[in-house]
């Protein structure tokens, strides 16, 4: 845009938005550039920080009218690069809307704005005696618009599904300034298209998640969990079969560390290993069980005994206060971060059909020692849902990233299980999405945003004009 054009627009938001809605120029703070992935990011020439739905709704419109692109950004958690900004782009950020209502007595769900941290729900769940399904390590960060926008998973997906099976309703606003709003606290409502499914992994393509009606789940009595040493990965797969049959739905985490995350991460963190035998693979297991399932902490125990008595695990330390509990639970936590720490690291968040994961570990693993021989793994990740943080240290990163990607292609799998495609995986986007999928994106995103002034540029381009 002009520099002309610019001080119009910038004038008309004065017009439609209060002051502190708006920052502008050396006023607008580092703290938009920032990235987890510490790529650069361009300075925004202005930041819209709307404090309600009207004002979301004022600001896009008065910016869509001067066709100015704006990035929308929760807590910058994300892992695809979609809320880095380019030249040229604005901030739209949701960081001053973040009320969460308190639950009411009977209720069974939750209201919250779209800036409000993942762990602020969580919490206004647990006051009301309830919890909230999903559960990911930026909790304290990541913002219930963010979760939605990139349909955020996380370490319990076994027992809750993906944030998708918690939006209850949705509000939005389009591009041109249209509010969507569909809160209604009822579980069935079938009257013509579900409007609120376009923007849920959408990653802020589609519109801008102003609000969202969360769906809370009851508070389990009984939680256990076990870490557990095993032969094979192949193992690792009976045992979840295994549990599964055994503890049914109460199964609501099984997480793998290869050894390479497992003793890396235990270093990082300065602690004392949960169990000293080496082996192929680890396995952080988890039951949460309502009152009167006492029985499932005694047949998840059990079924852990008869695998040890088996062979078919190595090892296995069972939890045996909260305190405990909560460290197997900072092992696993502490992966991304102890991954950020390494040089030359590269990650793909992909998944494969749970059947063929060890399969597809060793093909890959072997597929990228042959481009280095000297690639370092610290795979882990969500084995119960077929989802892997493949995380690798090569100074041969592309080679090597194709290599996997294509291989997660070829086992039926996807290359983004719970990140987006954003930026970062835009290249390789074809590899999980047909090309009448993508047309019809394309369609959806011409649609919703003829302006192309929402996250432009992101998942996918369109094709040049002409
Ligand atoms: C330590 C760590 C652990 C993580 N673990 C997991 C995990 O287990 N599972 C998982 O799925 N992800 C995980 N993530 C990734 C990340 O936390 C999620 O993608 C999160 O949902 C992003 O939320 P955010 O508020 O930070 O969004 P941002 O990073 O700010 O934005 C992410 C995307 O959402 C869009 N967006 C943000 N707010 C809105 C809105 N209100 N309306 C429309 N679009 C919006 C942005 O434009 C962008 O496309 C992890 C990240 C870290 C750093």
């Given at each position: ?114 800036g ?17 399904g ?43 300034g ?35 009606r ?77 009152a ?25 330390v ?24 390494l040089?030359?690291?590269?990650s ?12 597809f ?9 042959a ?28 080679p ?67």
């Amino acid at each position: 845009m002009t520099e002309d054009r610019t001080e119009a627009l910038l004038a008309r938001l004065a017009q439609v938005l209060p002051q502190r809605a708006l920052m502008i120029g050396d006023a607008v703070d580092p703290r938009y550039q920032e990235d987890r992935r510490n790529r650069p990011s361009a300075r925004p020439p202005f930041v819209l920080r709307p404090g309600s739905t009207a004002e979301v709704a004022a600001g896009v419109a008065a910016c869509n009218a001067f066709g100015q692109p704006l990035v929308v950004q929760g807590g910058r958690t994300g892992l695809s690069g979609a809320h880095r900004i380019w030249a040229g782009e604005a901030v739209l950020s949701l960081e001053r809307m973040t009320a969460v209502e308190p639950v009411q007595p009977g209720a069974t769900t939750v209201l919250a704005e779209a800036g409000a941290p993942l762990q602020r729900v969580q919490e206004a769940a647990l006051a009301a005696d309830q919890i909230f399904g999903v559960d990911i390590g930026a909790r304290g960060t990541a913002t219930i618009g963010g979760n939605i926008a990139t349909n955020a998973g996380g370490i319990r997906v076994l027992r809750y599904g993906m944030f998708r099976a918690q939006v209850a309703g949705l509000e939005a606003v389009l591009a041109d300034g249209t509010i969507l709003s569909a809160l209604k606290d009822v579980e069935k409502d079938n009257c013509g298209y579900d409007l609120n499914q376009l923007f849920i992994g959408s990653e802020g393509t589609l519109g801008i998640v102003t609000r969202a009606r969360l769906r809370l789940h009851p508070r389990p009595v009984i939680e256990a969990n076990a870490f557990v040493a095993l032969p094979t990965i192949e193992a690792a797969l009976v045992l979840l079969t295994r549990l599964r049959a055994a503890v049914g739905s109460t199964l609501s985490a099984f997480e793998i560390m290869l050894p390479g995350a497992y003793h890396g991460v235990t270093k990082h963190l300065g602690l004392t290993p949960p169990l000293a035998t080496a082996a192929p693979a680890y396995v952080l297991a988890e039951i949460q069980a309502p009152a009167g399932a006492a029985e499932a902490e005694e047949i998840f125990m059990a079924s852990l005994v008869a695998a040890m008595e088996e062979g078919l695990a190595l090892d296995a330390v069972v939890s045996q206060s909260p305190r405990e509990f909560q460290a197997l639970w900072d092992l696993r936590d502490g992966c991304p971060e102890y991954v950020r720490s390494l040089q030359h690291v590269a990650s793909g968040d992909i998944s494969v059909p749970t059947a063929r994961i060890a399969d597809f570990l060793h093909e890959s693993q072997a597929a990228l020692r042959a481009i280095d021989p000297e690639t370092a793994f610290h795979v882990f990740g969500h084995l119960g849902d077929g989802n892997l943080h493949y995380v690798f240290q090569t100074p041969q990163k592309e080679p090597a990233m194709a290599r996997l990607l294509q291989l997660v292609s070829d086992y039926g799998g996807s290359i983004s299980a719970e990140h987006g495609i954003g930026v970062d995986k835009k290249p390789f986007l074809h590899l999980s999405r047909s090309p009448a999928q993508i047309a019809t994106m394309r369609l959806l995103k011409t649609a919703l945003d003829p302006q192309m002034i929402l996250n432009r540029g992101r998942i996918f381009d369109m094709p040049a004009a002409g």
